[in-house]
């Protein structure tokens, strides 16, 4: 059985009587940095149903942060790093033949005195081919849509080759980039169209277009399969070109999210994010010209910026020709660069990771307050999506997308910020 606490809005009480219900011997729980409590509570509750279920955390903040979590949640009995596919089968093995796993590669656990060990990393799994499709048939999919329109995610590749600053992804899957097959991918993308009726997908890759052959070939393979769906994808700007984004769009695909992030070129230097101003220009204009819309990323608030720097970022968003546009506040999260620094320098203003949320200032910026940065991030939202220009060119070419849809969302973004820009 898997449970989705989140899609399917269960409360504590909720998933006590899913778990009383179902007996597991074994509870699988994964979480992100700002919802780890709930997992913690998850397993709290699983314990005290039954102190013999074998309760196992893996994900990312479990992966950088597993000594920790055995040291605050008695509940947790081991925790899974890294890749967690091969690393949880070896561990249901052991469990079914009575065997311990104190040498288990690729997790934490606690000695029977009580010391947390962790155990060396598991080499990462070189033919993702090899992994199963997901058993989607376990999960609610009648809970996942947009806009009443069947919605499912899916990730294709792994690993990055870049090293941004604020990132984890290439410490947990590695800097080499590995992907699944164009085949296995359309296997996967088949079951979701015509056993689940998906209409709309998202490919959750940090770079869908990191080996831009291999996306041509994918759109390809949609077309003669006349899949009849909707997508959008992540790229970075640096791999994108007109020729692919026009093979994406005559797949369905409607939107292309880029990582601008920043239009201050020392804040560039400081991510280290190996891009130009002028690519991100050229990338958004050869997106729009193949017909997709560019949504562009972009972030504020890292320590060592100005307010002029984040002032640039704003009049770049503006600037650089994206339909839409997300600003976050810089987030140190566990594993990345950013949070040795943070570590380092004593910037963390605190340690509760239901702050980590990206619209919340958590980290110390050493020319602005925190009120500062955080009037600077909804003066962003406001600067873009209120511009005269853009609000008029959606209501007579868009029939109103931005403001039916984009400002809603841009709003329930922003709300946890609005309530305490202020204090």
């Known amino acids: 059985m898997i449970i989705d606490g989140l899609a399917e809005n269960l409360t504590p009480d909720m998933l006590e009587r899913r778990i009383r219900e179902f007996k597991p011997d074994i509870v699988g729980l994964t979480a992100t940095t700002p919802a780890i409590y709930d997992a913690y509570e998850a397993a ?9 279920t074998l309760v196992i955390i893996g994900g990312p903040h479990a992966t950088f942060m597993a000594e920790e979590i055995l040291t605050e949640c008695k509940h947790v009995d081991l925790v899974v790093m890294g890749e967690g596919e091969q690393t949880f089968s070896e561990i249901l093995e052991r469990y079914e033949r009575g065997g311990g796993f104190a040498d288990v590669l690729g997790i934490a656990y606690r000695s029977e005195d009580g010391v947390v060990k962790v155990n060396p990393p598991r080499p990462l799994i070189r033919n993702l081919d090899d992994i199963p499709i997901p058993a989607y048939d376990l999960l609610p999919m009648d809970r996942y849509e947009v806009d009443g329109i069947s919605y499912s995610a899916v990730m294709t590749s792994r690993g990055c080759p870049y090293n941004c600053v604020f990132c984890s992804s290439s410490l947990q899957f590695g800097r080499k980039w590995r992907a699944h097959s164009p085949e296995r991918v359309l296997e996967e993308l088949r079951i979701l169209r015509e056993k689940f009726r998906v209409r709309e997908l998202e490919f959750l890759d940090d770079t869908f277009t990191l080996n831009q052959k291999r996306a041509i070939e994918i759109s390809r393979k949609i077309i003669e399969e006349k899949l009849d769906i909707s997508w959008s994808a992540s790229s970075r700007v640096n791999t994108f070109s007109r020729e692919v984004g026009e093979a994406m769009h005559r797949a369905g695909a409607h939107t292309i999210y880029f990582g601008i992030e920043s239009g201050s070129e020392s804040t560039l230097r400081f991510i280290g994010k190996g891009i130009t101003k002028q690519q991100s220009i050229d990338a958004v204009k050869a997106a729009k010209s193949a017909g997709l819309n560019a ?3 972009f972030v ?3 320590p060592y910026e100005t307010e002029e720097d984040m002032r640039k970022t704003i009049k770049f968003a503006n600037k650089v020709g994206v339909d839409l546009a997300q600003f976050t506040i810089a987030t140190p999260y566990p594993g990345t660069r950013l949070w040795e620094i943070a570590v380092k320098k004593n ?9 980590f949320t990206t619209v919340d200032v958590v ?3 050493i020319y602005l307050t925190p009120q500062r940065i955080k009037r600077l991030f909804l003066q962003a939202y406001i600067t873009f999506y209120l511009h005269p220009k853009r609000v008029l060119k959606d209501i007579f070419q868009r029939r109103g997308f931005i403001l ?4 809603p969302a841009a709003i329930r973004y922003i709300k946890q910020a609005i309530a305490g820009a202020w204090e």
Do not use: Q
Request: proline share 3%; hydrophobic share 40%.
């Open 347 to 355: 910037l963390l203003l605190t340690r509760n990771w239901r702050k």
């Open 404 to 407: 039916k849809r984009a400002i």
């Open 44 to 52: 709290r509750i699983a314990k005290e149903l039954n102190p013999e």
């Open 363 to 365: 980290m110390r910026n």
């Open 300 to 302: 504020i608030g890292f």
């Open 295 to 297: 949504l562009g990323s």
